[in-house]
């Protein structure tokens, strides 16, 4: 395995997400389904190419961030129908959850003053930190990593370093 694979594998194994641990995954891992982790390499390089996910703060705009945390979690539903891992299915339903509620309060934020920035930045922080655990478990799960050198320090820096 690479380090960026024994890093992520190392913390799942003590974390969970919606009862779901990576020990759940190893305990069935030689029938997880091969389909499964091609669908969430797609998933990945699908997410590679989001900058909302990378961006700071000063350089965000409210309407491009909604709009590509919707295609963010068009994309997820669309993964846990196409996934077969019962598993996989409830970590992306309980990423699905966390990104309505902040898409919610998204919706809600007055993006063009000061303090509507900051409301829709720490929407986007949680919603970025919810995702990175969701790849960080499925990347140990499925033994994948991945190819943007960006989407490693995501997953690195949002679901490994303390915040």
């Not at 990576?22 to 305990?27: H, R």
């Not at 965000?60 to 068009?74: D, F, G, M, N």
């Amino acid at each position: 395995m690479s380090l960026f694979v024994d890093i992520v594998s190392l913390v799942g194994s003590a974390a969970s997400i919606s009862g779901v641990s990576l020990k759940d995954f190893l305990k069935k891992q030689p029938q997880l389904p091969s389909g499964d982790k091609q669908q969430i390499e797609l998933f990945l390089r699908f997410l590679e190419a989001r900058n909302v996910l990378f961006a700071g703060m000063d350089d965000e705009v409210h309407s491009a961030v909604v709009r590509s945390l919707e295609e963010i979690k068009r994309e997820a539903d669309a993964l846990r129908q196409r996934c077969s891992d019962t598993h996989v299915d409830t970590i992306l339903l309980n990423l699905l959850l966390v990104m309505s509620t902040k898409l919610q309060t998204l919706h809600g934020v007055d993006g063009t003053h000061a303090r509507g920035k900051y409301q829709m930045y720490l929407a986007l922080q949680s919603t970025r930190f919810e995702l990175a655990r969701a790849l960080a478990m499925l990347c140990a799960a499925f033994e994948i990593e991945p190819s943007s050198p960006k989407m490693k320090s995501f997953v690195l820096d949002f679901a490994v370093r303390p915040r």
